[in-house]
């Protein structure tokens, strides 16, 4: 019975996506006459989207995508991009959709739309263990003495500029590569979300997650983030989220990327 239920939903996406062609708007009809999903991302940020040495890619927001793309009866093609170019590359049409890690907050919201938000996080501190004792509070981070490594175009680089004025700012291009510079004492701290500070604590004992319990941000959420330009295709892929998410993918997903 389970197995006949998950085939006349599966049966109901595809009939959704072949049906909606015939009125669809110009994104939605590329994608399905190519049977090609272009998904976006920098590849930079664990535990969500990661380009791996061999060229691939994966992550929590890989597997849910590609959960997405077989409900959908297309193939996915990855389309490099950076946290500074992410925007204007989605809004110029290099890809149909972004994720990687992406906040959801008005300002993105504004300009683009955004699937429903998953994986509840706040901005932490990933720094050194051996001196974690030092940093307690926002003001502990904000000294002349302390050397904050961010990657440019993305909400963290926003937050270190807006509230730690008085620290050392140095600029790396390339995200997945801070946490080292951190551990090998080129750098003090890295602001960055929940899962990502986690992620590297856990897997690297010379690092440690600070502010875990009382983050400095209010609690947000991350999102998949698409154009806003074709209603028809925010529909369907509005559709095939909440799907996969009443069958269950979304949590199997969570509990295999976001311990």
């Given at each position: 019975?389970?197995?006949?239920?998950?085939?006349?939903?599966?049966?109901?996406?595809?009939?959704?996506?072949?049906?909606?062609?015939?009125?669809?708007?110009?994104?939605?009809?590329?994608?399905?006459?190519?049977?090609?999903?272009?998904?976006?991302?920098?590849?930079?940020?664990?535990?969500?989207?990661?380009?791996?040495?061999?060229g691939?890619?994966?992550?929590?927001?890989?597997?849910?995508?590609?959960?997405?793309?077989?409900?959908?009866?297309?193939?996915?093609?990855?389309?490099?991009?950076?946290?500074?170019n992410?925007l204007?590359?989605?809004?110029?049409?290099?890809?149909?959709?972004?994720?990687?890690?992406?906040?959801?907050?008005?300002?993105?919201?504004?300009k683009?739309?955004?699937?429903?938000?998953?994986?509840?996080?706040?901005?932490?501190?990933?720094?050194?263990?051996?001196?974690?004792?030092k940093?307690k509070?926002?003001?502990?981070l904000?000294q002349?003495?302390?050397?904050v490594?961010?990657?440019?175009?993305?909400?963290?680089?926003?937050f270190?500029?807006?509230?730690l004025?008085?620290?050392?700012?140095?600029?790396?291009?390339?995200?997945?590569?801070?946490?080292?510079?951190?551990?090998?004492?080129?750098?003090?701290?890295?602001?960055?979300?929940?899962?990502?500070?986690?992620?590297?604590?856990?897997?690297?004992?010379?690092l440690?997650?600070r502010?875990?319990?009382?983050p400095?941000?209010?609690?947000?959420?991350?999102?998949?983030?698409?154009?806003?330009?074709?209603?028809?295709?925010?529909?369907v892929?509005q559709f095939?989220?909440?799907?996969?998410?009443?069958?269950?993918?979304?949590?199997?997903?969570?509990?295999?990327?976001?311990?």
């Open positions: 019975m389970m197995r006949l239920f998950r085939q006349c939903l599966c049966g109901l996406v595809a009939c959704l996506f072949i049906l909606s062609s015939a009125l669809a708007g110009p994104i939605l009809d590329h994608i399905v006459e190519s049977k090609v999903l272009r998904v976006g991302t920098p590849g930079d940020y664990r535990p969500f989207a990661i380009k791996t040495a061999t691939s890619y994966e992550g929590h927001d890989i597997e849910v995508i590609e959960k997405m793309a077989k409900e959908l009866g297309v193939t996915i093609e990855y389309v490099p991009t950076t946290w500074p992410l204007a590359d989605l809004q110029a049409g290099k890809f149909d959709i972004a994720i990687g890690g992406i906040t959801r907050n008005a300002t993105r919201l504004r683009v739309a955004m699937l429903p938000g998953y994986a509840g996080f706040g901005k932490v501190a990933l720094v050194r263990a051996a001196d974690q004792s940093y509070t926002l003001a502990d904000n002349p003495d302390v050397r490594i961010k990657n440019p175009g993305g909400t963290n680089e926003t270190v500029l807006n509230n004025p008085k620290a050392q700012i140095i600029t790396h291009d390339k995200n997945a590569e801070i946490p080292e510079l951190i551990a090998s004492g080129q750098g003090d701290v890295m602001i960055t979300e929940t899962y990502e500070a986690l992620y590297y604590a856990h897997n690297d004992a010379r440690a997650a502010f875990i319990d009382a400095l941000t209010p609690r947000n959420f991350l999102g998949f983030m698409l154009p806003a330009s074709d209603e028809d295709y925010l529909r892929m095939t989220w909440d799907l996969i998410d009443k069958r269950g993918d979304l949590q199997e997903a969570a509990a295999h990327w976001l311990k």
